[in-house]
């Protein structure tokens, strides 16, 4: 019996909702990558409207925490002329990694803040290994942020 006919077999003996999951993977997918296409298109079009907004060089002579709040109110309202509906999770998440990226080390940012990380190596933009707990791991890259599964 091939492959094929096991799979469809076994389908047909599958309750009715546990064919739908498998159906429905393949949508709930491309919905996350247009979600996080629509995400990336929205970061770059917010870094673009700032460079074009604020003195990056005058930020550099600032302390860090005026800095960071003149970004955050910059980039908001930078939102509210877009007219764009964020919730406040995901407003959070492009704050954040917005001022990462424009004050500190964009996506490692979050690794140097993580006490229990002893060790940061960085081999290139997507191999990257950190030292947590003594145990060398390769975090997980995504589209949002860097995280780590231990």
Not at 14 to 22: C, E, M, V
Request: charge should be negative; hydrophobic fraction near 35%; charged fraction near 25%.
């Amino acid at each position: 019996m091939k492959l094929v006919e096991r799979i469809s077999q076994q389908n047909s003996t599958a309750p009715a909702g546990f064919q739908r999951s498998l159906i429905g993977n393949g949508a709930q997918k491309k919905v996350k990558d247009s979600q996080a296409e629509g995400f990336q298109q929205l970061k770059l079009a917010v870094h673009n409207r700032l460079f074009e907004t604020l003195d990056v060089t005058r930020l550099e002579s600032l302390e860090p925490a005026l800095a960071s709040q003149k970004v955050t109110e910059a980039i908001t309202a930078i939102l509210e002329d877009e007219g764009r509906l964020l919730t406040d999770s995901d407003r959070f998440h492009l704050i954040e990694e917005i001022k990462n990226e424009l004050l500190g080390l964009g996506p490692l940012e979050p690794l140097l803040w993580d006490d229990e990380i002893t060790d940061i190596l960085v081999n290139g933009h997507n191999q990257i290994y950190v030292e947590k707990r003594g145990n060398c791991m390769r975090p997980t890259l995504s589209s949002k942020t860097i995280s780590i599964s231990c």
